[in-house]
């Protein structure tokens, strides 16, 4: 059984697109898309530096659009499930079919543009809690009057909200456990971001949808969501909660997942299933040098007769 997973927001690096726009249908698309939304994709991927593509603004447009250019360059894949991880998510509503590209597009910029806004309004931010005990962690979070904001499962939960809170935690951090800053604008996926729903929840008003035409693992609670309109309810709403990858993966393996391909910028959510998942077959799609391997895996793990 394949899925197709796409990563969240902080697995970008400065010049990770140059290699696949060294194809011209894959630059001439990147073109169009950014004239669609007012965004230079092609610079973002290419030219700009670390700093640049760290913007919210610019680096879940990119996000979504380079995941988008490599499920063009794998060309038809009979895959069983994909899951996206925060952003990625509206990558997984794209390659499944709830969304057009152009609206994923358009969707991702507005989510980009309105978290930017929101995250703006309150200094805080977010740090990884890498090892310990999965509810020791999480109380230690909370008593801080912290969230949090990423279960990655593998051991690592990641913590979100008021800076000086998030620096006790780093000096204290729970029993078996150590805390690691993380570079983002603000605390995503918590009560900080709440701000940004209204405005997403109206132009999600303007965005057509259809059901997904295979199983779509949703980062609320891991479940599988058959409804299109659902699927984009789910997607402004967990802008402002946590992300449950830990049961995503649960998921996964409980449906019988053998082989997973992660979308480029991959490695990270690979990195996680590795530890979590290491029965199951995995590639991280970083350049077109991994597509003949990514077909390999293919052909062993899609689904037949479809």
Known sequence: ??????????????????????????RDQLVSWSEEISLDLVHLGTDAGAEEIRSTSNAQPLLVS????????????????????????????????????????????????????????TPTGMSAVLGGDRDEVVSAIQALGLTAANENGAGQIVAAGDLSALAVL???????????????????????????????????????????????????????????????????????????????????????????????????LVGILKRALPDVETLALKTPDDISAARDLIARHEKVGS
């Open 170 to 268: 780093g000096e204290t951090p729970p029993a078996g456990a150590r805390v690691r800053a993380l570079t983002v604008a603000g605390a995503f996926h918590t009560s900080y971001m709440q701000s940004a729903i209204p405005h997403l929840e109206n132009f999600a008003k303007s965005v057509k949808v259809a059901n997904p035409r295979v199983v779509l693992l949703s980062n609320k609670d891991g479940e599988s969501v058959s409804s299109g309109q659902e699927v984009l309810d789910r997607i402004v709403a967990q802008v402002a909660n946590p992300v449950r990858w830990d049961l995503c993966m649960i998921t996964m393996k409980s449906l019988g997942v053998t082989g997973v391909i992660e979308l480029p910028p991959a490695g990270t």
């Open 66 to 121: 380079a995941g988008l250019l490599a499920m063009k360059a794998l060309g038809d894949v009979n895959f069983s499930l994909a899951a996206g991880h925060s952003v990625g998510e509206i990558t997984a509503a794209a390659i499944t079919g709830v969304l057009t590209q152009s609206d994923a597009l358009a969707l991702v910029r507005e989510r980009g543009l309105s978290m930017e806004i929101a995250a703006t309004s």
């Open 1 to 26: 059984m394949l899925a197709i997973i796409a990563p969240g927001q902080g697995s970008q690096t400065p010049g990770f697109l140059s290699p696949w726009l060294a194809e011209s249908s894959f």
